[in-house]
C-alpha cells in the first residue's frame, strides 16, 4: 500500500517560479524524504527531514514537515528547465540514530514540467 | 567512483522465460533493494535485504526471487509465474551505520519487456 500521497500529480510553471508539491502519509514516521527521478532514470535522494524538525533548506530546496497533519510539502524556488523531473516523497522505519534503512514506502509522485 | 550498476539497460522477455537482472554496488552499503515501476505509477517494494545471506519479501514478491550471497551483489529473477512484468526495475542500496542520513542510492533502472 502506499503510505505518501503527492499532490498535485502534475505541475506545469514557467522559468523563475517556485513550485510546491505537498506529500500526505498514513501512519507515524522517524522521517521523510524527498526523491527526484528523470524521465527513464533512477532516483536522486534530494533531502531528509526528520520527524522532530518542522524545515529543512538544501540551496533552493526548502522541505516543510508538519507530523500533527501527516503532510510534507517541497519548495523549490526560482525553478529552472532543468529541475523538470518527477518528484516522490517516501517514508519508512529507521533506527534510533535516524538512519535511513529498512524498507521505504513511495508515494505516486508529482511530474513538474518547467518551461523556459 | 562508488554507485550502483544495474544491468542490462533493456530486457526482453519471451513467455514463460526466467531472466536475471543484475545489481552491483560498490558503495560498502549493508541493505539492498529492489523495487517495479509502473508508468506513472510509484514504486513498490520487491524484495529487499539487510545483510548477506538474508532477505525480506516486499509488497509484490510472488513471482520473483533473490539473492545475497556477496554484499555487493543482489540480482532479481523474473520468474515465468510472474504474469506481468513489464516494468520498470529499479535497484537500490543504503547504508545501516548509525548517524548516515544520506537515503537510498539508486542504479539508472532496467526496462523489461514481454514479446
Known amino acids: 500500500s502506499q503510505q505518501g500521497e503527492e499532490d498535485p500529480q502534475a505541475l506545469s510553471i514557467q522559468e523563475g517560479e517556485n513550485a510546491t508539491m505537498n506529500c500526505s502519509y498514513k501512519?507515524?514516521?522517524?522521517?521523510l524524504q524527498w526523491y527526484r527521478q528523470n524521465s527513464g532514470r533512477g532516483l536522486v535522494h534530494l533531502i531528509l527531514?526528520?520527524?522532530?524538525?518542522r524545515e529543512k533548506h538544501s540551496g533552493r530546496l526548502r522541505v516543510t514537515l508538519d507530523t500533527s497533519k501527516k503532510s510534507s510539502s517541497l519548495l523549490i524556488t526560482a525553478s529552472r528547465a532543468a529541475d523538470t523531473a518527477s518528484y516522490f516523497c517516501?517514508?519508512?522505519?529507521?533506527?534510533?540514530?535516524?538512519?535511513?534503512?529498512?524498507?521505504?514506502?513511495f508515494g505516486q509522485g508529482t511530474i513538474l514540467t518547467v518551461h523556459p | 567512483d562508488g554507485g550502483i550498476t544495474q544491468s542490462p539497460k533493456y530486457l526482453f522477455r519471451k513467455e514463460g522465460q526466467n531472466v536475471t537482472l543484475s545489481c552491483e554496488q560498490n558503495l560498502n552499503h549493508d541493505a539492498m533493494y529492489w523495487y517495479r515501476q509502473d508508468p506513472g505509477q510509484g514504486l513498490r517494494l520487491i524484495y529487499y535485504s539487510q545483510i548477506v545471506n538474508d532477505f525480506q519479501k516486499g509488497d509484490i514478491a510472488e513471482g520473483y526471487s533473490v539473492s545475497r550471497e556477496k554484499k555487493e551483489s543482489f540480482p532479481l529473477t523474473v520468474t515465468s509465474a510472474q504474469k506481468n512484468p513489464t516494468a520498470f526495475y529499479l535497484c537500490?542500496?543504503?547504508?545501516?551505520?548509525?548517524?548516515?542520513?544520506?537515503?537510498?542510492?539508486f542504479g539508472s533502472g532496467t526496462r523489461l519487456t514481454v514479446v
Open positions: 501512519t507515524s514516521i522517524n522521517n
Open positions: 527531514i526528520r520527524s522532530n524538525e
Open positions: 537500490a542500496s543504503s547504508t545501516t551505520s548509525q548517524g548516515a542520513i544520506y537515503g537510498y542510492t
Open positions: 517516501a517514508t519508512g522505519p529507521t533506527n534510533a540514530g535516524g538512519t535511513s534503512y529498512g524498507k521505504l514506502t
